[in-house]
């Protein structure tokens, strides 16, 4: 049996520059969409998997292992607190011998039909940080089968996280080139 964590919410706008951003209710919000709903989910399904040797996939965003725009800050910070707690619970799922498997999918931007609508630059982001709907349902079922313990895609999503561990200041490289900013003008 399989539990498929799937849940996305968040506000776009630059923290400092939107007063309503920072309103403890939204903040909540956010949480409870992207983090604490898929915490349960696993909670309540753990029992049962473990029965039939199941396994969980969740799905995470690169905005989960690094800071990846600036107008994202709490759909980050979310799932942050999403990939702390899965990456948790896969150690103690791994020492525990469990008969559970997990695997935590980063996914990055995703060239659905909402993202596109969102993105209304999406043509000037270069190829290598754009994966296909195609391609990221075949790894993800792929992922389903074969359990691995994490699945990043595009694949440029893996390579800019190791930069960013390497190199901090690696976010602001992406930012000056505009990428996924738009509250910002970049003339």
């Given at each position: 049996?399989?539990?498929?964590?799937?849940h996305a919410?968040?506000?776009?706008?630059?923290?400092?520059?939107f007063p309503?951003?920072?309103?403890?209710?939204?903040i909540e919000?956010?949480?409870?969409?992207?983090?604490?709903?898929m915490i349960?989910l696993a909670?309540k399904?753990l029992?049962?998997?473990?029965?039939?040797?199941?396994?969980?996939?969740?799905t995470?965003?690169?905005?989960?292992?690094?800071p990846?725009s600036?107008?994202?800050h709490?759909?980050?910070?979310?799932?942050?607190?999403?990939?702390?707690?899965?990456?948790?619970?896969?150690?103690e799922?791994?020492f525990?011998?469990?008969k559970v498997s997990?695997t935590v999918?980063?996914l990055g931007?995703?060239?659905?039909?909402?993202?596109?609508?969102?993105f209304?630059?999406?043509?000037?982001?270069?190829?290598?940080?754009?994966?296909?709907v195609?391609?990221?349902?075949?790894l993800?079922?792929?992922?389903?089968?074969e359990?691995p313990?994490t699945?990043t895609y595009?694949?440029s999503?893996?390579?800019?996280?190791?930069?960013?561990l390497?190199?901090?200041?690696?976010h602001?490289?992406?930012?000056?080139?505009?990428?996924?900013?738009?509250d910002y003008?970049d003339t």
């Amino acid at each position: 049996d399989y539990l498929i964590a799937n849940h996305a919410g968040g506000f776009t706008g630059t923290f400092l520059a939107f007063p309503h951003l920072q309103e403890p209710d939204l903040i909540e919000k956010a949480f409870r969409i992207n983090t604490f709903s898929m915490i349960q989910l696993a909670i309540k399904s753990l029992p049962h998997l473990e029965k039939t040797s199941g396994h969980i996939y969740v799905t995470s965003s690169i905005g989960g292992e690094f800071p990846f725009s600036t107008q994202h800050h709490i759909y980050c910070a979310s799932k942050h607190a999403l990939n702390g707690f899965f990456y948790s619970l896969q150690s103690e799922l791994i020492f525990k011998k469990s008969k559970v498997s997990l695997t935590v999918g980063s996914l990055g931007l995703i060239a659905t039909k909402d993202i596109t609508a969102m993105f209304d630059r999406l043509d000037s982001i270069p190829e290598i940080y754009k994966g296909s709907v195609e391609t990221c349902a075949k790894l993800m079922i792929e992922a389903y089968i074969e359990r691995p313990r994490t699945m990043t895609y595009p694949v440029s999503n893996w390579i800019a996280r190791l930069l960013w561990l390497l190199h901090p200041k690696f976010h602001e490289f992406i930012h000056d080139r505009g990428y996924f900013n738009e509250d910002y003008e970049d003339t």
